[in-house]
């Protein structure tokens, strides 16, 4: 690669499989819409008529066994990604996802692995409402032989699928839906990132901002506006949420004392009550406050937009969070 | 009928060995379950033996197997060592899958049986995927689905079904329909009983067999194995049989009387095709006798392999949750 590369998180995802299609004859893709229609979010747009329906193909609209052929598929040989319209509809695979991928390889005594990739949209912000817009990842990232990540950069939109391909695990890849139009930029050079492993995004002093995905450039928004107020919040972008990265969420809570969770999930049985636990846990003593959280409204969400923005973390309630922490009143 | 079967009287006496040998080491299991030696469920095949056995012998090496929580048959049939099967339902680690997996999951990589799979319907997209890597891969192999009638309720059945027939893939989807699932009789789930004819509805050719009658089953095996391989899309077998023994060991069966099962006894796949062989002359009382030995001799084997394993140490617990690569 030559120069930096400006282009869109759907381009990114899109080059990515592209790649990964063309490099290793293992790897194809499947699920709904993906070939002839260019998927529902425009993702896989263009794949089909160059690689062919052998390698990016339709399926009907079976959850549960178009994943559970790819999971019968990576059993055998093949690198599957299959695409999930969104994470609403992966609940009709459940069985698979959680009874057979995640539980195949331990089950067997390490018989057999199951190196497949799924992707799905997940989150809110386009008006969906209550069944396309949920953010479930954090049930994922509660089971056991599933790698969970959230790529929140084009960077990383671009580069997390080849480490996830190359993960002999069964790994998950949620993609924020409003992140998709997100246009950034590929540093010169950069050819992988790692699969795993939190990432600092903005280093600061009094504030650990925690968050990943969708929410991560509101909480970078939200930094922005504390910086005014002259304080200097770090963001890390948890980019894998199983297995976390707690090395670093605990390397930034023992340099600035305070935590603040962002998560567009609801708040109860969360993600973020998991890291505000382990945190509590593992270096109580460390924090000046107690830790905070930002979460999704506990409401299914809605579809008027008023409702539906009031619903999610924004940057006023993150900045809000951490200001509170910082100079209590 | 394309495929015609002919059946030599060693391979007549090797079929018979085959179902005896399932019985019987069922027998023990059970034994071994009053004794506390194997724990957890225990699902036995009693009465069904001829659906493995006749379904087993026309696969080849290269196919791979799906199946379910009542997989015993499945497992020996398939070449499973007893010794290394007894040693998983002792859950030491010299069982199959290091006592992880138990008597419902049942893995041999090196004999591509990929699994009992405890969730009724859920083994149907493992084999659609199986048969998808074959075709990908250019190799020869099918995908064999055990499943019993149960299945053909959950939404998993119709999906396989429907995307094995849109892709024509290798897959024999082998419906074992012993009448009950656990405790629901089939009339009592389905709206059509007819459970061969709901293949036909997504355009897969299909066949009911009597299911007590291994050669039956073979033949009917062969033909649509031969139809899969010449690469005619996937082929659905019904095999009608009967479950003699409880659903699990925790069950009174309270759901049937007790002289259908005693009808269902005089009509076993074993008794019935010994009768037949006899019947023949094809059946030496030698034969009978060297039989039984051979198989009471590797069942002791197979108990002394287990009761002499070592439990897995703890330390290795969480080992395969997370896998460090891909096996060759």
Not at chain 1, 154 to 163: C, P, S, T
Not at chain 2, 246 to 270: C, L, N, T
Request: hydrophobic content about 45%; proline content about 5%; aromatic content about 6%.
């Amino acid at each position: 690669m030559s120069g930096p590369q400006r282009l869109t998180y759907r381009e990114a995802c899109r080059q990515a499989m592209r790649e990964a299609i063309l490099d290793d004859p293992r790897v194809f893709l499947m699920g709904e819409d993906v070939a002839r229609y260019g998927g529902c979010y425009a993702v896989t747009k263009g794949l089909a008529e160059e690689l062919g329906e052998e390698r990016v193909r339709d399926t009907p609209l079976s959850e549960s066994a178009f994943v559970g052929a790819g999971i019968g598929a990576a059993m055998d040989g093949m690198r599957p990604i299959v695409e999930i319209m969104t994470v609403n509809f992966s609940l009709l695979a459940l069985d698979q996802l959680v009874n057979n991928a995640a539980t195949i390889p331990h089950m067997s005594g390490g018989q057999f692995a199951v190196p497949l990739v799924v992707r799905m949209a997940t989150g809110a912000g386009r008006q969906l409402a209550a069944q396309h817009s949920h953010s479930l990842e954090g049930w994922y990232a509660h089971v056991p032989g599933l790698k969970i990540v959230a790529p929140a950069t084009v960077e990383d939109a671009r580069f997390m699928l080849k480490a996830a391909l190359a993960d002999p695990n069964p790994v998950l890849i949620f993609e924020h839906v409003m992140l998709y139009n997100m246009e950034g930029t590929i540093p010169d050079g950069t050819a992988s990132v790692r699969l795993e492993g939190a990432k600092v995004r903005r280093e600061g002093g009094d504030v650990s901002l925690v968050t990943y995905g969708g929410s991560l450039f509101k909480t970078l928004d939200a930094a922005e506006a504390l910086a005014a107020e002259n304080i200097a919040a770090e963001v890390i972008d948890l980019r894998s949420l199983r297995p976390l990265d707690m090395a670093t969420v605990l390397a930034s809570v023992a340099k600035t004392h305070r935590l603040v969770v962002v998560d567009e999930g609801w708040r109860s049985g969360s993600l973020s009550a998991e890291i505000a636990a382990r945190v509590a846990e593992e270096a109580f003593f460390e924090l000046d406050a107690p830790p905070a959280r930002v979460c999704s409204r506990e409401v299914p969400v809605p579809y008027a937009a008023h409702l539906e923005q009031a619903c999610l973390p924004q940057p006023d309630a993150i900045a809000a969070a951490a200001r509170a922490l910082v100079r209590p009143s | 009928m394309s495929a015609r079967v002919r059946l030599d009287r060693r391979q007549l006496l090797a079929l018979l060995k085959g179902m005896k040998r399932i019985r019987a080491f069922e027998a023990k299991c059970a034994e071994l379950y009053q004794a506390q030696k194997i724990r957890g469920f225990l699902h036995l095949y009693d009465g069904e033996e001829a659906v493995s056995v006749g379904v087993m012998q026309a696969l080849a090496p290269e196919d791979a197997v799906v199946a379910t929580y009542r997989e015993h048959g499945q497992a020996l049939a398939r070449g499973i060592p007893m010794n290394v099967l007894m040693a998983e339902m002792y859950g030491v680690r010299e069982g199959c899958c290091r006592g992880r997996g138990g008597s419902m999951h049942i893995f041999d990589r090196e004999r591509r049986f990929c699994g009992g799979n405890a969730i009724v319907g859920g083994g149907l997209p493992l084999a659609v995927g199986l048969a998808l890597a074959a075709r990908m891969q250019g190799r020869s192999g099918l995908a064999a689905c055990f499943f019993g009638e149960g299945a053909v309720e959950e939404g998993e059945f119709h999906e396989s079904l429907n995307l094995a027939a849109l892709w024509r893939l290798p897959v024999l989807f082998v419906c074992e329909n012993n009448r009950y699932a656990m405790g629901m009789a089939l009339e009592r789930a389905e709206s059509e009983t007819d459970i061969h004819a709901k293949a036909a509805a997504y355009r897969i050719a299909s066949e009911a067999v009597d299911g007590m009658d291994v050669v039956a089953v073979a033949a009917a095996a062969l033909r649509a194995v031969e139809a899969v391989r010449a690469g005619e899309g996937p082929r659905f077998l019904e095999c009608r049989t009967y479950r003699l023994r409880a659903h699990s060991m925790f069950d009174a069966q309270a759901y049937r009387p007790k002289e259908e099962v005693e009808a269902w006894r005089g009509k076993g796949p074993i008794v019935r095709f010994q009768k037949w062989l006899d019947g023949n002359g094809l059946l030496h009382p030698s034969d009978l006798a060297a039989i039984e030995a051979e198989i009471d001799g590797e069942i002791e084997l197979a108990v002394a392999f287990a009761e002499a394993g070592t439990p897995e140490p703890v330390e290795e617990l969480e080992r395969f949750v997370l896998m460090e690569e891909v096996p060759a």
